[in-house]
């Protein structure tokens, strides 16, 4: 058994900001191993000949040891597995929260003897057979924990089946945080690196996932100058990023293991200045677009586990949304409830609904804290439409202004324009009237840059 915690200290009250105490420890969050092993044999990796072949541990002790976690104060699970969601046991009949007998059995859909790859995906060796998979399995641990979020890594492309993703939408305590590990948006390159689907497949599942789960935050793996990589195989992965538009993603230059497929019967025959040409030009290609993505974020509401204070300042606290985003927000007392004028200072661990007011970075976002709240009445407060979770734009997050509106779309053109490198727009202030009449309203302009800026300013006359 591996468990991995998180350990964090109690805060200081927020009126007086500071280090924190080293007071009693409070664990926000853990790390739980339910399968090691991998039987994809991608021709570049070493996993399988280090770690062997799959093998999922037994539900029963996964749910005792999740539980034991809860039990200790723990507020978010991250499943872990060489290839986590290929996850397959045998059933078991124990209920996953031994404190509650009545815990709801696996959903037949998510119980799948005979497991079937979606179209377009192929496995090197056999699905592994069980009737519990990971979907049963995630679906279990979040009835059984309704107030402990749960997120997964690493998972592969071909086993996101579409009961796995209708759990994730069904329990609001299963991230929309996903890592769909692509490594090359050309065909041929996926096919010599052996990974089982070619980019359509990949595209059409990424299709599903938007139509399935339209607010989830979308990461992957991509490597730079794999075998035999051309410079048309390179562009490919140019233009899904742009198609995507991920989050987040992992670029790395390829480096050839001993061991695998590749060392034996693949020639290594990219310079390495041309895989770091191209590296770099896969990191400028993301960096804007997923920029833009955050840029987005502003005005929206979502839910926030604080996980400690900010590293650059004691006077913020830190935490992550739902779909992973980092969040800042200041070290203060906040209503008790959504919807309750008492207040209460945070402390780590609580969940805080949060408006997003700035994108800092690619990666970090500000926001103004609202409410301590739970997961529960947050869902609950987003579906009755409570005033301060307006408008739906993910989960519980309140729709943006027309302005706002307009001046993401602007950064998203500009994101486009930069990407394809196309740079007659730089230093050029362009105009968008917002006005609605009647003098309400007013114009937003629009500068892209190096980085995109927004400013709004009264109509002319």
Known sequence: MERYLRICTPRAPASTPGPLPAATLLQVSAFVSIMRGCNNMCSYCIVPFTRGRERSRDAGSIAREVAALAAMGVREVTLLGQNVNSYAAEEDQAPLDPTH????????????????????FVSKVPPTRGALRFAGLLARLAEAHPEV?????????????????????????????????????????????????????????????????????????????????????????????????????????????????????LVDDVPETVKQRRLREVIDTF????????????????????????????????????????????????????????????SMGDYVAVRVTHSLSANTLRGEPLARTSIGQFEESRRSGHAALTRRAGRGR????????????????????????????????????????????????????????????????
């Open 149 to 265: 979020r749960f997120r997964f890594t690493s998972p592969h492309p071909k086993d996101f089946p579409d009961e796995l993703l209708r759990v994730i939408a069904a329990h609001p305590n299963a991230c929309e945080s996903l890592h769909i590990p692509a490594q090359s948006g050309s065909s041929a390159v996926l096919e010599a690196m052996r990974r089982g689907y070619d980019r359509q497949a990949y595209v059409e599942l990424v299709s599903r996932v938007r139509e399935l789960l339209p607010s989830a935050a979308l990461s992957s793996d991509f490597i730079s100058g794999f075998c035999g990589e051309t410079e048309d195989d390179h562009q490919d992965t140019l233009s899904l990023l742009r198609e995507v538009r991920f989050e987040r993603a992992f670029m790395f230059a390829f480096s050839l293991r001993e061991k695998t497929h590749a060392h034996r019967a």
């Open 398 to 461: 309140r729709g943006p202004s027309r302005e706002a509106e307009v001046g993401r779309g602007m950064r998203r053109a500009c994101a486009a324009k930069l990407a394809d490198r196309e740079e007659r727009y730089y230093g050029d202030w362009r105009t968008i009237c917002v006005g609605r009449g009647g003098g309400e309203g007013g114009c937003v302009e629009f500068l892209c840059g190096a980085r995109a800026h927004t400013r709004s300013r009264p109509c002319d006359e």
């Open 101 to 120: 007998a009545g815990s709801s059995p696996t959903p037949a859909a998510a119980a799948q003897p005979h497991y079937r790859l979606r179209d377009g």
């Open 287 to 346: 960096t804007p677009l997923s920029r833009a993505r955050n840029d987005a974020e502003i005005g929206r509401t979502h839910l926030v586990l604080v996980e400690g204070l900010s590293k650059k300042s004691d006077a913020d606290w830190a935490g992550r949304t739902d779909t992973g985003k980092r969040v800042v927000l200041p070290r203060r007392a906040v209503s008790s409830a959504i919807g309750r004028a008492g207040e209460v200072e945070l």
